[in-house]
């Protein structure tokens, strides 16, 4: 950064600072916000603080009009600070929203499916369960059976869980390391999965040898999905601040 734009970045800061003290509680609120959300772009700093001029003034104008910055904008506030950060810095959304969108679909979708495959399961044991007690006083053979059921539920969940996520997370730069490690997680939970299933598979005999490593080409194909979690968490990382 030259001499001439720190200079200029230090004015602009200093018009800012000043002219949010004009603002009432709710824009300032607002203006805070927007500003939160646009640092998280890779902006620079004399960018940044010219987005905030513009804020800045638009609140102040609001404010005379005797409406809210947010009631003057007429659109989500995220929305009008896309538009306006492309048009200064000529940034559109990061690509890592996309990969979080594409994560949080497919870690929704097998969830649900999951989800309802295990209360399938679950309950056709009961089921078959509470009926062979009634007519024999045994259930231990359908144990193993209602705990997978169970196991399976639980897998259905987290992954619902971790598409939502990814989903909501996507929308909000701000929440990158809470994506970031939704995405560690989910991408730890599924390799240690499919080392098991592996594990398994090696140790069934009665399989063809070919069938065995179709089955663990494809399973480390599915991991292409954490990664995605991770590395769309990873680019969505807010902006450090430096100039």
Same mark, same amino acid.
């Given at each position: 950064?030259?001499?001439?734009?720190?200079? !200029?970045?230090?004015? =602009?800061?200093?018009?800012? &600072?000043?002219?949010?003290? %004009?603002?009432?509680?709710?824009?300032?609120?607002?203006?805070?916000?927007?500003?939160?959300?646009?640092?998280? &772009?890779?902006?620079?700093?004399?960018?940044?603080?010219?987005?905030?001029?513009?804020?800045?003034?638009?609140? %102040?104008?609001?404010?005379?009009?005797?409406?809210?910055?947010?009631?003057? =904008?007429?659109?989500?506030?995220?929305? &009008?600070?896309?538009?306006?950060?492309?048009?200064? +810095?000529?940034?559109?959304?990061?690509?890592?929203?996309?990969? !979080?969108?594409?994560?949080?679909?497919?870690?929704? %979708?097998?969830?649900?499916?999951?989800?309802?495959?295990?209360?399938?399961?679950?309950?056709?044991?009961?089921?078959?369960?509470? +009926?062979?007690? !009634?007519?024999?006083?045994?259930?231990?053979?359908?144990?193993?059976?209602?705990?997978?059921?169970?196991?399976?539920?639980?897998?259905?969940?987290?992954?619902? %869980?971790?598409?939502?996520?990814?989903?909501?997370?996507?929308?909000?730069?701000?929440?990158?390391?809470?994506?970031?490690?939704?995405?560690?997680?989910?991408?730890? &939970?599924?390799?240690?999965?499919?080392?098991?299933?592996?594990?398994?598979?090696?140790?069934?005999?009665?399989?063809?040898?070919?069938?065995?490593?179709?089955?663990?080409?494809?399973?480390?194909?599915?991991?292409?999905?954490?990664?995605?979690?991770?590395?769309?968490?990873?680019?969505?990382?807010?902006?450090?601040?430096?100039?």
């Amino acid at each position: 950064m030259t001499a001439n734009t720190q200079d !200029l970045r230090n004015t =602009l800061e200093a018009q800012n &600072f000043q002219d949010e003290q %004009i603002l009432n509680k709710e824009n300032r609120k607002t203006l805070h916000k927007m500003m939160k959300y646009v640092r998280t &772009f890779p902006l620079k700093s004399i960018e940044i603080e010219q987005i905030r001029r513009d804020l800045t003034g638009m609140a %102040i104008e609001a404010q005379q009009r005797g409406t809210s910055l947010q009631a003057m =904008l007429g659109e989500n506030p995220r929305k &009008f600070c896309d538009e306006i950060i492309y048009s200064i +810095g000529g940034i559109k959304a990061p690509g890592g929203r996309k990969l !979080l969108h594409i994560a949080g679909c497919y870690y929704q %979708i097998i969830g649900v499916i999951a989800i309802v495959d295990g209360l399938i399961a679950f309950f056709t044991d009961l089921i078959v369960a509470a +009926g062979d007690f !009634l007519n024999t006083g045994n259930t231990s053979l359908y144990l193993a059976g209602l705990l997978t059921s169970l196991w399976t539920l639980a897998i259905g969940i987290f992954q619902y %869980i971790a598409g939502k996520k990814a989903y909501q997370y996507a929308k909000d730069i701000t929440k990158a390391k809470l994506a970031l490690r939704w995405g560690v997680s989910v991408l730890a &939970f599924d390799f240690i999965y499919i080392i098991l299933e592996l594990i398994k598979m090696f140790d069934t005999s009665s399989l063809p040898l070919g069938l065995i490593l179709f089955s663990g080409m494809l399973s480390i194909l599915f991991l292409i999905f954490p990664i995605l979690y991770v590395v769309g968490a990873y680019r969505n990382r807010p902006h450090s601040g430096t100039p």
